[in-house]
């Protein structure tokens, strides 16, 4: 079925690293996402992979994806306060010609 | 920089009263999504457009809900009557490509909608 799965919460000091998890359904899947919803706002793609690759950095941002495990993982170095918010995960492509998006994870940023 | 706009950001209504939200995407963006999000979920398609036919509105239930996109620019959702379980953030998305494209949409604010 579609079910895109997130830990719900990861609290992390400012300026260390953020690990973000996500495991997906379809291994058919073209492209996976990760998405960044702040309070009140709508959501705003922050990266994505393609299946082919295993690796994307794009500044402070790294994704990894094991398509083997089906796994997908967002790291965000020297973290800030403002990368508070809810991070999603999301899968497109193979099975479902749509976007299916995971419940999302909290990351809270404390000094 | 361009954005999806959303009217109205916030709605309260009672239930058994009916609703309507808006949209309107990117100027050249022909594709077109309503989605859903309950608080502590992500959120789920309700409906796709491409221009102004309709792609996937398998998740939208029919019996309430409708959405259009006569000119194939802006959008209107429409539920009528509203319950309880309605209540939600109803987010409008577009896109630049057709269906099958790389999935960067972009998102209005959405409008929350409170059922009473």
């Known amino acids: 079925g579609e079910d895109v799965e997130q830990s719900l919460f990861l609290s992390v000091r400012e300026g260390d690293s953020s690990v973000i998890n996500c495991t997906y359904t379809d291994s058919s899947s073209t492209y996976l996402y990760w998405y960044k919803q702040e309070p009140g706002a709508g959501l705003q793609l922050l990266t994505y992979i393609f299946s082919n690759m295993d690796m994307k950095q794009d500044q402070r941002l790294t994704v990894l994806l094991n398509k083997k495990d089906k796994h997908l993982s967002l790291r965000i170095a020297d973290t800030q306060t403002g990368d508070s918010a809810i991070y999603f995960c999301?899968?497109?492509?193979?099975?479902?010609?749509?976007?299916?998006f995971g419940a999302g994870t909290r990351l809270a940023v404390h000094p | 920089e361009a954005e999806v706009a959303q009217s109205p950001r916030y709605k309260i209504t009672e239930k058994s009263q009916a609703v309507a939200f808006w949209c309107d995407p990117i100027s050249g963006h022909a594709t077109l999504y309503w989605y859903r999000q309950i608080l502590g979920q992500g959120p789920e398609l309700l409906v796709q457009f491409q221009d102004e036919s309709v792609v996937d509105d398998s998740q939208l239930p029919k019996d309430r809900f409708s959405a259009e996109r006569l000119k194939g620019v802006d959008s209107t959702l429409k539920i009528q009557p509203a319950e309880l379980g309605d209540s939600a953030m109803y987010l409008c998305?577009?896109?630049?490509?057709?269906?099958?494209?790389?999935?960067?949409?972009?998102f209005g604010e959405g409008s929350r909608l409170t059922v009473l």
């Open positions: 998305a577009s896109s630049l490509l057709a269906t099958g494209n790389t999935g960067e949409l972009f």
């Open positions: 999301a899968e497109f492509g193979g099975g479902y010609n749509k976007l299916i």
